[in-house]
């Protein structure tokens, strides 16, 4: 409801989901909320969903019908992204494949996980003596394993992360 009032409010268009890597343990509560996204906000107003694939896909033709398009963001599924949506009987004319324009980073030994970088923290890092770059063609991604010294100074990152000493596992798209 307060997703539809803001929508009129701010006369939008149309609201993206970002479900990301979908587990099939709350397929149906997501497909009940894109339903009633779509109830709120009428016919006239565009409901997208973002999702990244993955190894394993959810079958998203329950909700299918409420949705405009669905936006794929390529993971590291083992087959074309489209074609995992097309043998889910998603219509190609609801298909978009999109590019992450972010990259992740682990740092070895840091129970943290994933963390969030940009390709302006990556230039930095990349340095000839500190970095081993290449690109993953399973993954379709560029890898950067990435070396900060002991003696190197911390490096603060756009989200306010400070690098410290350690090595860092960096993936990220390129145009």
């Excluded at 409010?9 to 979908?22: F, P, R, S």
């Excluded at 943290?112 to 500190?130: F, Y």
Aim: with cysteine.
């Amino acid at each position: 409801t307060r997703l539809a009032y803001f929508m009129k409010q701010y006369h939008l268009d149309g609201v993206t989901i970002d479900i990301g890597d979908l587990s099939k343990q709350n397929i149906d509560a997501v497909a009940e909320f894109i339903r009633l996204i779509r109830k709120k906000v009428g016919c006239n107003k565009t409901v997208a969903v973002t999702v990244k694939t993955c190894g394993h896909m959810s079958d998203f033709s329950g909700f299918s019908h409420f949705v405009d398009y669905f936006v794929i963001l390529p993971g590291s599924a083992s087959i074309p992204a489209a074609d995992l949506f097309l043998n889910l009987k998603i219509p190609k004319n609801k298909i978009v494949i999109g590019m992450s324009l972010f990259a992740r980073y682990t740092k070895m030994g840091d129970p943290a996980g994933n963390m969030n970088i940009t390709a302006e923290d990556i230039e930095t890092l990349l340095q000839p003596d500190t970095a081993a770059v290449r690109f993953d063609p399973v993954m379709m991604q560029m890898n950067a394993t990435v070396i900060i010294r002991e003696w190197d100074p911390p490096l603060q990152i756009c989200n306010g992360s400070m690098l410290t000493p350690g090595v860092y596992d960096i993936w990220y798209d390129t145009p």
